[in-house]
């Protein structure tokens, strides 16, 4: 074997080294997205159930939700409980919203956010709250909310 031969061995071994590592970095790719959905969707569902579990075992909160409901207005003495817990509720979807449109979280656990949020934008607090909170969310996540306001009315 002559010294170009051997070159010419060299370049096909090396042109198949990288081909090789191509497929490699593209399967480690995919394996990394996937690992970024599953844990975009765990933390979610973590915020979700903390969220869940402080409604259902906070008698502060549930106090709070019984002035807010009495009075009409979520501004009562004693109804800051229900402005935060609206808060975190906005917050946690508005994280999800912006993990949705990233790529990072699929659409049908997206779309398990909508009824949640259509329900709470139903309540007749939220317009006095999104009022006072609505500067605290992107612009995207506000036209977002907007269109839920809107089918509501």
């Not at 191509?22 to 969220?51: C, D, G, P, Y």
């Not at 229900?82 to 808060?87: I, P």
């Not at 949705?100 to 006095?128: C, I, Q, R, S, Y």
């Amino acid at each position: 074997m002559s010294i170009a031969d051997l070159g010419s061995l060299g370049e096909f071994v090396s042109s198949l080294a990288v081909l090789l590592t191509l497929i490699f970095l593209t399967l480690q790719m995919r394996q990394n997205t996937k690992a970024v959905k599953a844990s975009t969707a765990a933390e979610m569902t973590s915020q979700w159930l903390t969220q869940a579990n402080s409604a259902a075992t906070s008698s502060a909160l549930d106090a709070a939700f019984n002035r807010v409901e009495e009075s009409g207005s979520a501004m009562v003495e004693g109804g800051r409980p229900v402005f935060y817990f609206t808060a975190a509720l906005l917050k946690t979807t508005e994280f999800a919203h912006y993990q949705w449109k990233a790529g990072n979280l699929d659409e049908p656990l997206w779309k398990t956010h909508e009824p949640a949020m259509e329900g709470v934008v139903a309540t007749p607090h939220f317009g006095e709250i999104w009022a006072l909170q609505k500067g605290w969310y992107t612009d995207e996540f506000q036209a977002y909310v907007s269109s839920l306001i809107e089918k509501h009315q």
